[in-house]
């Protein structure tokens, strides 16, 4: 098992011990240990393989290194499959539900609402008000979790869809086939319905390629139908045989989406072409088929519809890359939720060439984590310059992720933040705000002169909550204003602004921050998540702070600040 499915076995002992009445402080415990396991740098499952005392991993105490061992040689436990057989799953599912928890969802259970169907026809009918602690503002979060949840249903994030692809790509490295990623994936769109995969190679031998590998297949068209799978972590896979000569036309088809390739075919028939799955006849590939078209090559992050071919045809702009970043100016360290040291996080920065990174670890209104104050603040100054002192060639930027409370003010004083070199402000609680009421909150913590990127504006987390009610060309007119700049988020949970945003931010020339947001080593690679929607949002590296050099990055830090 990876650490990925081990966490979540212990993220569901948890659930299950919080709704079977357990002592708050061991799930609180085992809550961690997941969060822990799931950052841990080395395969848990290969150290329990060779023996290895797990005790000696942080967070991990005798007992849970005995069902860590159950889990990697059995599969299971026999605590997790008591608690399993006790506790109905979909009562996990509700508790999940953002703004339920496990004492919510004892009372729902005690209402006769123990299942997803019951509480949405509780919402229909307004059922829930008459159960105690379930007003309008409960409510309302909850048909939004539920929507974010059925937006899910079925599909996958993109860094889950990521993963399953790497493993058939490995699959076929030693083949040498060819294979082509298609579909949302290849667009880069945040949830994916299915990872469409195109490889050179006929059906047949496809298909016994699949089946070796991958054993089961869930559908299995006849002919030269796709073979599809799906994962034990639930991505759908779709493979698609194709003669190697027509791979990228192919693929390209299946990236669609059909809006945009409709969209293509019009004006195909309009230059007396004809646009099939596999290209247009007389022109080699898909460069080809552009030119053809008299269109540029537009980038699968891009296709979207007819729009996309207008706005190509005034010229398309040279797109962000992961290569032009210099810098991840959101990152958090054991100071507060994060699995690594300042130093583990500086090092492994400065190894993918990073000239600079601050380290932003939450204050002490983040309920959920242990945040900093002042003096924990200049306590960790001081680490932070000795770690500097080992690693001259990247600058560490003392900074902080710091909560706006309800009424807009910050949760630190200004003292307290004009010893930072970064700040950064978000929105973590009280999200059920009207619109107005939170667009007033946002734009009143920009105001403040110290403050220098809004971190992920909408406080969405895909299949959890959908964006909070904000007017956002507001929010970004004010930070345009106040030379604020705003996040896209990496985290793959939360993309947070969505790719119409950073559109937006793009025509109203607000700057953005691409921002990984890591809470681990491992996670730093979050930024390439944030560059995939900031390609989305047709935006260049000049847009884009954290492309530019040191000094640039210092000079704009210096303007906000006056």
């Keep these: 098992m990876t650490n990925a499915e081990l966490a979540r076995c212990i993220t569901e002992l948890a659930d299950l011990m919080a709704l079977d009445g357990g002592d708050a402080h061991r799930v609180g415990h085992y809550r961690k240990a997941a969060t822990a396991i799931r950052r841990f740098h080395h395969s848990l499952a290969e150290m329990i393989e060779a023996g290895a005392d797990l005790t000696r991993v942080r967070g991990i105490g005798k007992g849970l290194a005995e069902l860590l061992r159950d889990l990697v040689h059995d599969g299971s436990s026999p605590r997790l499959d008591d608690f399993r057989a006790r506790i109905p799953g979909e009562l996990v599912a509700l508790m999940r539900l953002d703004g339920v928890g496990a004492t919510r969802a004892r009372t729902l259970r005690d209402a006769g609402i123990d299942t997803l169907a019951k509480l949405e026809a509780a919402l229909a009918n307004r059922a829930t008000r008459r159960i105690s602690g379930f007003g309008p503002g409960v409510e309302s979060r909850l048909r939004r979790s539920l929507a974010a949840r059925a937006e899910l249903?079925?599909?996958?994030?993109?860094?889950?869809?990521?993963?399953?692809?790497?493993?058939?790509?490995?699959?076929?490295?030693?083949?040498?086939?060819?294979?082509?990623?298609?579909?949302?994936?290849?667009?880069?769109?945040e949830i994916v319905a299915t990872a469409d995969l195109v490889v050179g190679t006929t059906p047949a031998r496809l298909r016994d390629h699949v089946v070796r590998h991958f054993g089961a297949i869930v559908a299995d068209k006849p002919g030269d139908g796709p073979v599809v799978v799906l994962t034990m972590d639930g991505v759908t896979l779709r493979l698609v045989a194709a003669p190697p000569e027509l791979l990228g036309p192919v693929a390209h088809h299946l990236t669609g989406?059909?809006?945009?390739?409709?969209?293509?075919?019009?004006?195909?028939?309009?230059?007396?072409?004809?646009?099939?799955?596999?290209?247009?006849?007389?022109?080699d590939g898909v460069t080809g088929m552009y030119g053809a078209l008299g269109l540029p090559r537009i980038p699968p992050e891009l296709r979207e519809d007819g729009v996309t071919i207008a706005r190509a045809e005034a010229g398309l702009p040279r797109l962000v890359t992961c290569g032009d970043i210099t810098g991840d100016l959101h990152m958090h360290t054991t100071w507060s939720d994060g699995a690594a040291t300042p130093r583990r996080m500086v090092e492994a920065a400065s190894?993918?060439?990073?000239?600079?990174?601050?380290?932003?670890?939450?204050?002490?209104?983040?309920?959920?984590v242990a945040g900093l104050d002042a003096a924990a603040l200049r306590t960790q100054a001081a680490e932070i310059a000795r770690v500097q002192e080992d690693f001259p060639e990247i600058r560490i930027l003392k900074g902080c992720e710091v909560d706006i409370l309800p009424d807009g003010s910050l949760d630190l004083d200004d003292e307290a933040l004009a010893e930072l070199d970064l700040v950064l402000v978000s929105v973590h609680s009280v999200l059920d705000m009207s619109e107005v009421r939170m667009t007033d909150r946002i734009v009143r913590?920009?105001?403040?002169?110290?403050?220098?990127i809004l971190c992920h504006p909408t406080g969405r987390k895909l299949g959890r909550r959908g964006p909070c009610a904000v007017d956002l060309p507001a929010v970004l007119r004010a930070a345009r204003e106040l030379n604020v700049a705003v996040e896209v988020n990496g985290?793959?949970?939360?993309?947070?602004?969505?790719?119409?945003?950073?559109?937006?931010?793009?025509?109203l020339g607000v700057s953005v921050v691409v921002s990984s947001d890591a809470h681990s080593v491992a996670r730093l690679d979050n930024m390439r998540y944030g560059v995939d929607q900031a390609r989305r949002g047709w935006l260049e590296d000049s847009q884009i702070v954290n492309t530019g050099a040191l000094a640039d990055v210092l000079g704009w830090i210096g303007r906000r600040r006056g």
């Design 153 to 189: 249903a079925g599909k996958s994030l993109l860094l889950s869809a990521d993963r399953a692809v790497e493993q058939v790509l490995a699959s076929f490295s030693s083949t040498g086939l060819k294979v082509e990623l298609a579909g949302e994936l290849r667009r880069r769109t």
């Design 257 to 283: 989406p059909p809006a945009y390739l409709d969209a293509l075919a019009a004006r195909a028939r309009t230059a007396g072409l004809r646009l099939t799955p596999t290209g247009i006849a007389g022109f």
């Design 351 to 368: 190894a993918l060439g990073y000239r600079y990174i601050a380290i932003t670890d939450h204050s002490p209104s983040m309920a959920v």
């Design 445 to 452: 913590a920009m105001e403040n002169s110290q403050v220098h």
């Design 491 to 507: 985290n793959p949970r939360r993309l947070d602004l969505d790719h119409r945003s950073l559109w937006l931010c793009g025509e």
